[in-house]
């Protein structure tokens, strides 16, 4: 059962957090935005051109500070899967797609439906704003920018979020990840990712800005859309409570020397 607080406190966090429109990338409120030299994959080659989930889009194919690649085909970041189309499904399955990773509140699980998956994949449940102070919660009902912090600070938000990393460095098949509408939680675990594999910062920052493009956002459109502030505060809470990004890593995340380094033997070309 669903207490009334957490009920509540749910309610407003979805309010906060989704806001779903059909994708229509021909008639794109807003272009893609300018890509950096490490982009190695355009927009229409990233997206995995779902009809039943938007913002679903491979998480590689950016190139590192030191020179490597990130393997595209391997990580996926998508809205939720719970209006995926058998076709979509389909489209998982030849993708090799092994682990779905759902960082959805169990409020917004029942109100949108369970993820649909390929058959075999696993189900990892990784609720990383759900417990959450209340008024966290309240005050990202004006502004998605306000609960980023939470995504380091919230209980469970840590745990949640290494479960994908880890399950990504380890999983011999692809992983996907997503929240509600794929930008807000979903554009963290991606920042994270890209992050530790060394790929530079402003790459990061347009891998996030680009659910702006596949959600049709409108410039300053903060409930279909993101903005660099809202990441901005999220890296600045991670300087907050740890002084570094590595110490995040390792201290907050509990990420392992080990962890990294299967995840970049598994990511990294």
């Given at each position: 059962m669903i207490r009334p607080r957490t009920l509540g406190a749910a309610v407003v966090?979805?309010?906060?957090?989704?806001?779903?429109?059909?994708?229509?990338?021909?008639a794109a409120a807003t272009p893609p935005p300018p890509p950096t030299g490490s982009v190695l994959l355009d927009p229409a080659a990233r997206s995995l051109n779902l009809s039943g989930?938007?913002?679903?889009?491979?998480?590689?194919?950016?190139?590192?500070?030191?020179?490597?690649?990130?393997?595209?085909?391997?990580?996926?970041?998508?809205?939720?899967?719970?209006?995926?189309t058998t076709a979509d499904v389909a489209v998982l399955a030849a993708h090799n797609v092994n682990s779905v990773h759902d960082l959805r509140t169990s409020y917004e699980q029942l109100l949108s439906g369970a993820?649909?998956?390929?058959?075999?994949?696993?189900?990892?449940?990784?609720?990383?704003?759900?417990?959450?102070?209340?008024?966290?919660?309240?005050?990202?009902?004006?502004?998605?920018?306000?609960?980023?912090?939470?995504?380091?600070?919230?209980?469970?938000?840590?745990?949640?979020?290494?479960?994908?990393?880890r399950d990504i460095a380890y999983d011999n098949a692809a992983v996907v990840f997503h929240c509600t509408a794929g930008k807000d939680r979903t554009g963290w675990a991606a920042a994270v990712l890209l992050t530790i594999l060394g790929v530079d910062k402003d790459t990061v920052y347009y891998d996030f800005l680009l659910s702006n493009y596949y959600r049709n956002a409108a410039p300053g459109d903060t409930n279909n859309g993101v903005t660099t502030a809202e990441l901005d505060t999220a890296f600045a809470q991670v300087n907050q409570s740890y002084g570094s990004f590595d110490n995040y890593v390792h201290n907050g995340l509990g990420l392992t020397a080990a962890d990294i380094a299967a995840l970049k033997a598994k990511m990294l070309a």
């Open positions: 966090l979805t309010a906060a957090l989704t806001f779903t429109v059909a994708p229509n990338l021909a989930v938007e913002n679903a889009r491979d998480a590689g194919g950016y190139r590192t500070i030191d020179g490597h690649t990130v393997r595209s085909g391997l990580v996926f970041r998508t809205a939720a899967l719970s209006s995926a993820d649909k998956l390929p058959a075999g994949a696993s189900d990892h449940h990784d609720d990383v704003i759900g417990q959450a102070p209340l008024p966290t919660l309240l005050s990202s009902a004006s502004a998605a920018q306000n609960v980023y912090p939470a995504f380091i600070t919230a209980p469970g938000a840590n745990a949640g979020f290494a479960d994908v990393i």
